[in-house]
């Protein structure tokens, strides 16, 4: 293929269309791999319209399901060639309880979610990246990657284990040339379905979705003497504690 390939894992309507429609237009094909073909529509439908209907495909997988995540990634390299940039933008099994009234079984499934699927995604993409000495690895995540709580303590848990792979990878493979950054997204995303659950919530102190990924493509760009693992993005209306 004449486009290098960026997959896209979780490439839902919000976020994941946004990261496709700007990856497309800066020149790759995109594989965008989710749990349901009609979750991916919109970025498949915008990958296509800007590259053309042979430079973007759909690959069914399940991050709660390492094995599926492995073969999707698979999948899409047999279909488009070697990945130069691998996003991985899942949001794990969501919560609002206190620590103690969780669950085993929806905490494993967090965790599968945020972090297994994540290592799926890795341990699928990165030896070929490790190989060409070329690559991207980014990884959505929030600022409950850096704080417990009282309230939410699923989600903290599953986004801690997220932000310790994504160092652990960068300390691993940095020096092979491969780049893996691990953004907080301290913000509401201005998404379809928040839109539609929050109509009266003020626009203003969300983050425009197709905002967060010119810096995702920026990240991408970044010189390899000037390499981020931690960067955090919020609006300017944000109350933030960092």
């Not at 976020?15 to 497309?24: D, E, P, R, T």
């Not at 973007?56 to 094995?67: H, Q, R």
């Not at 020096?175 to 009266?200: E, F, M, N, Q």
Request: aromatic fraction near 10%; glycine fraction near 8%.
């Amino acid at each position: 293929m004449d486009r290098p390939l960026c997959l896209i894992i979780g490439a839902g309507e919000g976020l994941g269309c946004s990261l496709a429609k700007k990856f497309s237009l800066m020149g790759f094909a995109l594989g965008l791999v989710s749990r349901s073909e009609s979750g991916s529509r919109a970025a498949l439908k915008v990958s296509r319209d800007v590259a053309g209907e042979k430079n973007a495909e759909y690959f069914k997988a399940d991050a709660s399901d390492p094995p599926s995540i492995e073969s999707a990634c698979l999948e899409a390299e047999e279909r488009f060639g070697n990945p130069g940039v691998l996003l991985y933008n899942v949001s794990g099994y969501y919560a609002r309880k206190s620590p103690l009234e969780l669950d085993y079984s929806e905490l494993e499934l967090n965790y599968r979610e945020e972090v297994l699927g994540a290592l799926a995604a890795a341990k699928a993409i990165i030896p070929g990246m490790i190989l060409r000495q070329a690559g991207t690895v980014i990884y959505s995540s929030a600022t409950a990657a850096f704080r417990g709580s009282s309230t939410n303590p699923l989600y903290s848990l599953g986004k801690f284990g997220l932000r310790s792979l994504s160092q652990s990878l960068a300390k691993a493979y940095s020096k092979k040339g491969v780049h893996v950054a691990h953004v907080r997204l301290d913000c509401v995303l201005d998404t379809p379905s928040i839109k539609k659950s929050y109509p009266d919530f003020d626009r203003e102190k969300m983050s425009s979705t197709d905002d967060v990924a010119e810096t995702y493509w920026w990240i991408h760009q970044q010189p390899r003497t000037a390499w981020s693992n931690e960067i955090e993005l919020r609006p300017f209306t944000e109350e933030w504690t960092f």
